[in-house]
């Protein structure tokens, strides 16, 4: 089967959207399937392009054996509301010269987009009818709710119209899924039918992250022991995560003589975090890591942090979460019950209500004290990463479910 995928982050960025692009790519080519990717240059979480990535022009690599052309966007330094719109714009504009020639020349089967972003997934729709090929939409978070709920636009008149595009769009494709059921149910809430709707969840390799000795070269290098107990962030560091609150508990906590905190990551928020965070002792600031030192990062961690503000609520479900869980360590959630998230975080971790410096801290403090609760609580979560959240099952399915809308398309 051919695949076509078109989505504005792949690798080499780490964290994110792309590690799900590169890793769904790598896993249909490994079935078997060729799959090529239009994309952009990397940039995220940093938001900067690389130096050997800018520039004007479109640019053809072969990365793990998939092809891929870049085409070249606008990229904000301070990604404001309208900024981010415009840069999802350039992308829309600048990828449609080779989303429609690979379209016409190749001849996809599937035409496979992914969102964000969703401007450029409606000609990704209508490229799939003129050649012939099935199309499908991945929503990973819902980016037009977002960003009014997070107040990065605000004008009702653009919102009104951007709802009546993002419906259009996802009505267009013969199959449109996402990351959780509650975001399944938020698809149907915006009309798209309910035979359309899978579910595809973010996934982890379960082989590559293994729960191990927490005495890691991570506790050697920062000068940290065996008594100490370490809270970790690790991700972007945007403004919809709210991780100010994460400071905020560090110097709710500062007296506590064993309990640290590591925020890991790049963004936008990081310098502002980074300043709040001064005058404390207990916080230490990492940058991005690479893969081969990332999962010996997740079990560095005593206790991992999922922080999101309330109104990203089933817009979003954390990518990092899959990592967490197959780590085999338990971890703090900010989600209001019924939430996708803390449905997610049940048993194995505990979910504090978003914005509630107080409950997070204490629930920090509580858990910190008992190494007997993180013990339960992290052994269930690496079993319901297992079950639940193994990258391989998950293609299959997905395999499975591609060859069948392209079958369909085919009679058509």
């Excluded at 695949?3 to 790519?25: H, S, T």
């Excluded at 979003?316 to 996708?340: C, D, E, F, N, Y």
């Excluded at 297992?386 to 809308?405: P, S």
Aim: charged share 20%; with cysteine.
């Amino acid at each position: 089967m051919r695949i076509l995928l078109c989505g504005i982050n792949y690798a080499p960025d780490l964290i994110g959207v792309a590690k799900y692009n590169v890793e769904l790519c790598e896993g249909l080519a490994a079935l078997g399937h060729e799959v090529r990717v239009i994309t952009a240059p990397p940039y995220y979480p940093a938001w900067q392009v690389p130096v050997a990535y800018r520039g004007l022009s479109y640019r053809s690599e072969t990365i793990d054996g998939i092809a891929v052309k870049r085409a070249p966007i606008y990229v904000p330094k301070l990604p404001s509301g309208a900024r981010r719109l415009l840069h999802h714009a350039s992308f829309a504009l600048t990828s449609a010269p080779p989303l429609l020639a690979t379209a016409r020349r190749w001849r996809p089967q599937v035409v496979f987009s992914v969102a964000p972003s969703l401007m450029s997934s409606a000609l990704a729709a209508r490229a799939a009818r003129w050649f012939g090929a099935a199309s499908w939409l991945h929503v990973q978070d819902f980016e037009v709710d977002a960003a009014f709920e997070l107040g990065l636009l605000r004008n009702s008149r653009l919102r009104n119209a951007m709802f009546g595009v993002e419906r259009t769009i996802l009505k267009s494709f013969d199959r449109v899924s996402t990351i959780s059921p509650q975001m399944m149910r938020g698809l149907e809430r915006k009309g798209v039918p309910g035979d359309r709707i899978r579910e595809l969840r973010n996934w982890i390799d379960i082989g590559q992250i293994i729960p191990g000795n927490r005495m890691t070269a991570f506790r050697t290098e920062l000068g940290y022991g065996a008594s100490d107990v370490i809270a970790l962030y690790s991700g972007n560091m945007s403004s919809k995560q709210g991780l100010e609150l994460i400071v905020d508990a560090a110097r709710a906590l500062k007296d506590e003589p064993n309990l640290r905190f590591i925020l890991c990551g790049e963004g936008p928020q990081k310098a502002a975090l980074q300043a709040m965070a001064a005058d404390l002792r207990n916080v230490h600031f990492l940058g991005l890591q690479p893969n081969d030192r990332f999962a010996q990062l997740l079990i560095t961690a005593d206790i991992h942090i999922i922080a999101q503000r309330a109104e990203a609520a089933d817009l979003v479900l954390p990518s990092k979460l899959g990592g967490i869980l197959a780590s085999g360590r338990p971890l703090v959630a900010m989600a209001a019950p019924g939430t996708g998230l803390s449905n997610e975080v049940e048993g194995a971790g505990l979910a504090v209500p978003p914005s509630d410096a107080y409950a997070f801290a204490q629930t920090l403090r509580k858990l910190s004290a008992d190494g007997a609760m993180r013990d339960t609580l992290g052994a269930a979560a690496r079993k319901r990463a297992e079950a639940r959240w193994d990258r391989a099952a998950i293609v299959k399915i997905l395999e499975g479910e591609l060859t069948e809308v392209a079958a369909k398309t085919s009679r058509a």
